[in-house]
């Protein structure tokens, strides 16, 4: 294992935490790239708000995967940060790449946002019980901000209820 910079926690602590954030980092990608699909094909009466929303929300995304991707490192990981890797351990369903009305990609979004910040959510509770509290804050920050920008984008929805 590469040299890490985190001298407080077990090999065993630093292994765990390291595999719950690569499978956060290929699923992070994932999501990035369903994100970036949507805000170029969506079409629909709300358009240019969902589209400039898209933009914020993949910033944001790439500020999450960052930290993941580095924290890896930090604990004495590699960052398994390609494509190949984003295909082969992310969890999240193949995005329609024929998707077009905004409440189809506002639906595909939502659902793989809510996956993604629940995946986080319970890697954070595993990592914290073997003892990276640091992991956790990181992973509950992303929980966190992910569950908001999955409301962001699901109350365009058209049929979203009074
Ligand atoms: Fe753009």
Redesign the pocket.
Known sequence: MPEAFADYLSDNAREASINHLNVALATGIQLQLAI?QA??NIKGPSFIGI?EL??DVYDRMGEHIDTIAERCVILGGTADGTVEAAQKDGKLAPYPADAVHQDTHIEELKKRMVQFAALVHDSLKEVGESGDEETADLFTGVSRDVSKDAWFIGAHHTSAKS
């Open positions: 970036k805000h170029w589209h898209l933009d």
